[in-house]
């Protein structure tokens, strides 16, 4: 079911979606909260009874709102994230709260404190995350679209783990006010569709200045549903060389510069585009750095004291105390002390200002190449999704890892709209494409997204369970 | 990294660590440091920080009139414990 599907049906989607979410969730354990009660208030919006699932970070008045941490399994914003109030002005209905990684630090969906999320290609293989919760009521037919939040690759990554189109924006192009921080200079609000045609719709609806987000931009909003047709000669493909030299799935790099050559073939100009590679090799801890540091500061808030789960205490600071110490995860406190080393005073020059720097060099560096491009292209990940048994056991210091599975930061250091759709199976698994565009430019984004999907035909895929 | 500096950078973000996540974040360290040591091969001299996406402005100043007012019964809803209006803490003189 895609969006247009769903508006067709009218009040009978939503029914439909909700006896899904039922059925499903048991095997895909992909909702943290169902809502039963939510109604279309605008039959006439863009989104007109479009069941939508809602990732667990966005505040949402009334309905328990998590971010799958023990730390806010009471909490129940007292207040609308302005996504959540726009999608409701065009109609959409809430089904679920979905979901993620613990405070969105995560890019596997196992450290959600309601347990891993299942992909439903496999149910032994993760989603990805930290928006896999989303990602998974997508790609299941349970909802035609769904909010995410990406701060890494947090709806892209997942995406191509679960064949559908996952869209992150230009920096500031949605609002994030009522949404969980994880690390504010890089987080971005984006979302799940099953189709080119159904993201660009999206985007309508959920752009836009918000004074309530001082980050959020001005930029005039476009009809992008209406601005998709292209032709390939006019369209400029970027290929990250670095990216596709790391792969060691020679089949991943065989679906990959097959299309390339089609894409080709069809009249699209394409160049290969080299980074210098100690550049990309140091994105992955350039981000790291940054987005621990960030968080540490961005939770400090949850203290047990104003709001969330609390433990007794003889004073304050040990109520405090006990609270982080029990409602944050193993994971979340390791994530935490890499924050707080990097920030301390004897280390923040050597580390997190000079990950800040790197940073600047990066983007320097990337805008230069994007300049003679339309989009950045390459694959979203050189692997299918992994098995949820062996997701940890990762070797963090290959180029594969630092490279092919790290790139898409790229898009978060510089605030440009970025967006990954399927490119192929491979046993019977989604493999994805990633595209990048400049600050802004989501037509030719979308443009040129439109145009690999028309090439490989893999849009609206269902995998229902 | 020493086990006592482990524990220092916990203490100030409040919270405690178990043998087990010490344990742990020790490997994770070894990791980490090679990474870092990344970030020396990129020359950096005479650049600049970078602190957000776009150096756009984006603030401003508007009148000051309230505006979004969470009322005081909405701002304790969550609250553990309250009491006459305020949150409740363990007392300070016993």
Redesign the interface.
Known sequence: MNISEAKKLKEEAVIKSRMMAKKSNEKLNAIVTLIEDDKCENPNGKLANVPIAVKDNFSTSNIRTTACSNILN???A??DATAIKKIKEAGAVMIAKSSMDELAMGGSNLTANIGPCHNPYDLKRISGGSSGGSAVLVASGVTPLALGTDTGDSIRKPAAFCGVVGTKPS??RISRYGVIPYAS?LDHVGYFTTNVQDAALALEVLAGRD??D?????EEVLEYSKLLDYEYKDLTFGVIDNVVDVLSDLEVKETFLKLIAELEEKGAKIKHIHFDN??M??L???Y??IANAEA?ANH?NL????????KE?????????NS??EG?S?FI??R??????SL?EKNQER?F?????????V?ESVLKELSKVDVLIAPASGKVAPYIQNEEKQD??TDEY?IAENHMVIA????LPSITLPMGFKDGLPLGVNLTAK?FDEVGMFKCAKAFEDLTGLKDLVKEV | MEKSK?EE??N???????D??LA??ED?FV??S???A???????SD????????D?K??YL?DDEPD?V?SQE??L?????QRQGH?V??R?VK
């Open positions: 009471n909490y129940i007292p207040y920096y500031g200079s004074d309530l001082m980050t959020s931009s001005y100690d550049l090799k140091a992955f801890p350039t790291f750095i540490t400090s203290d047990g004291v104003r709001f969330g789960v609390s205490g003889e004073s304050m600071e040990e109520v405090m105390i982080r110490t944050f193993s406190k390791k935490f002390v890499v924050g707080s080393y301390f580390v200002k000079k990950a800040q720097k790197v940073r600047r060099v983007c963090e210091l630092l978060n250091f510089a605030g600050a | 482990l950078y916990a100030h973000l409040m919270f405690r660590l178990s087990e996540e742990s974040l994770d990791t980490l090679a990474q870092i990344l970030l020396d091969k990129i020359d950096t650049v600049e920080a970078m602190v957000y996406p776009f756009v984006t603030t508007r979004h969470l909405k701002a809803a969550n609250a553990p414990k949150f803490l363990p300070v």
